[in-house]
């Protein structure tokens, strides 16, 4: 009795299934096109999308006229290059997770006629793209958090069209640095920290006074052996500042044994690096950046670095074209007397244009006055030329330079009288002693009636 019930159980529920199916093709004929998900239409309300926007903040470069132009250009831009969507996050409605799909002829099963639920498609295309991004061979640490999102979409939408040009200039120096940090037994990656720094611009120049493609600070660049004067300015040579920024990496890497802490020290100091991770009692970049112990801009340097490598590692999937470049390339030309670039160019015919790029470093477009022997970079297959017609070109005479004056006399005092300006910590004893004068004389010189003086004031000195 069982056994019977059992089947007349099963074929009651075949024929129900089967009505169904019958039933439905007039709905599912209403059903062919699919119904919308209803858009936000204030993404800005998600907080979600708040807190990531809040993270990001654009790197300020202070870059030469050309760079600026190509920056308006890019923020006027109306309509940026469309790019491919990223998986959404937002949670469908309901009826949409049983959304069906119209019958055709390989339609078997009931279960056939329901698409998967969001939250699979979601999971498979996540799936899907770390399997992509695991296929990316990176040689420093890359996380893909929102904070590196966030960047990725900063650079590839809102600077789109001036990192696109950022890709093509690095592309143009690229075997150069690859050669030098392969002699350093660096990652390779590292080349991308130059986009980070200044979009590898020679020319570019920060209000914090660093300049070139790696942004060296003065005292930095001669500690690394770069010569920084009136005349030449090696922060901007391609080829010296990578040889310096190499070996400042390597250094900062020997010192804190990770990535992301010597590109934090390279951005900040090691000193700040090193205290900040002393009082926080803490060993890894993710920590300290939890912390004010470090500014906002070195918690989102590192973050930055690993978007600009992700999109330079994966310019197809980000919709940037790879063109072949012409990499950077010269011949040298040994100089000993002060020569401008206009009167090479007169004599060889070699744009003066062009003489002026494979030469960053000189600042006034000529050899330098006092070298007994300076290498000048010509274009390939041009030496031969420019060593003959060399002798033909004239002496290059320099303007004087501008004498810095540390004491700056007074018209309406006799000439033995100069200008002092106070420095925090000092009283009348202490300049009057530094001087050799009485503080007597001291206060007479300035009409002075008390014993308080100003840091930032001037007092006249009188011997």
């Known amino acids: 009795m069982s056994a019977r019930f059992l089947g007349a159980g099963f074929r009651n529920l075949v024929f129900f299934c089967f009505s169904v199916l019958c039933l439905s093709r007039p709905v599912l004929a209403l059903a062919e096109a699919p119904i919308p998900l209803q858009a936000d239409p204030n993404p800005a309300s998600d907080p979600v999308a708040q807190d990531v926007q809040s993270l990001i903040q654009e790197p300020e470069y202070l870059l030469d006229e050309e760079d600026r132009a190509t920056a308006a250009e890019s923020e006027a831009a109306e309509n940026p290059t469309p790019i491919a969507s990223e998986p959404s996050t937002e949670i469908p409605p309901a009826e949409a997770l049983l959304q069906l799909k119209p019958l055709n002829g390989t339609t078997a099963r009931f279960t056939d006629l329901l698409t998967p639920p969001a939250e699979v498609i979601q999971e498979a295309a996540a799936a899907q793209e770390q399997e992509s991004e695991e296929a990316t061979a990176y040689n420093v640490p890359i996380v893909l958090d929102p904070s590196v999102q966030g960047h990725i979409r900063f650079f590839n939408v809102s600077i789109r069209n001036r990192f696109e040009q950022w890709l093509i200039r690095l592309s143009h120096y690229r075997p150069l640095v690859d050669s030098i940090f392969s002699e350093f037994h660096l990652p390779s990656d590292l080349i991308y920290l130059s986009l980070v720094e200044s979009g590898f611009n020679p020319h570019a120049y920060s209000r914090a006074r660093a300049a070139g493609p790696w942004q060296f600070m003065k005292g930095t660049a001669k500690v690394y052996g770069l010569r920084v004067d009136s005349y030449v300015d090696e922060r901007r040579d391609p080829v010296k500042s990578t040889v310096a ?23 900040a100091g090691e000193g700040k690096v090193m205290r900040a991770l002393h009082t926080a009692q803490a060993e890894s970049f993710s920590d300290i950046a939890k ?6 801009e070195t918690k989102e340097y590192v973050p930055r670095f690993m978007a600009v490598t992700i999109i ?3 310019p197809d999937r980000y919709g940037f074209p790879q063109n072949e470049i012409r990499p950077h390339e010269f011949e040298e030309v040994v100089v000993r007397r002060p020569i401008h670039f206009k009167a090479i160019a007169n004599l060889t015919g070699i744009s003066y244009q062009e003489l002026k790029v494979l030469n960053p470093e000189l600042r006034r477009d000529a050899t330098p006055p006092d070298d007994v022997e300076y290498r000048l970079k010509v274009p390939v297959g041009t030496r031969e030329r ?5 002798d033909r070109a004239p002496t290059h005479k320099f303007a004087p330079l501008p004498i810095p004056v540390k004491v700056r006399q007074i018209r309406s005092e006799p000439e033995s009288g100069h200008w002092y300006r106070v420095r925090v910590g000092d009283s009348l004893e202490k300049i009057a002693k530094r001087f050799k004068i009485s503080v007597k004389a001291l206060k007479t010189n300035n009409n002075l009636t008390g014993p308080t003086i100003k840091a930032g004031s001037r007092l006249v000195i009188a011997h």
Request: glycine fraction near 2%; hydrophobic fraction near 50%; aromatic fraction near 14%.
């Open 386 to 390: 420019v060593e003959q017609l060399l």
């Open 245 to 267: 920024a190499a070996r400042y990496l390597r250094d900062l890497y020997d010192l804190f044994g990770t990535w992301p802490l010597a590109m934090a020290a390279y951005n």
């Open 312 to 314: 330079a590692k994966n």
């Open 291 to 296: 912390t004010r112990l470090i500014r906002r």
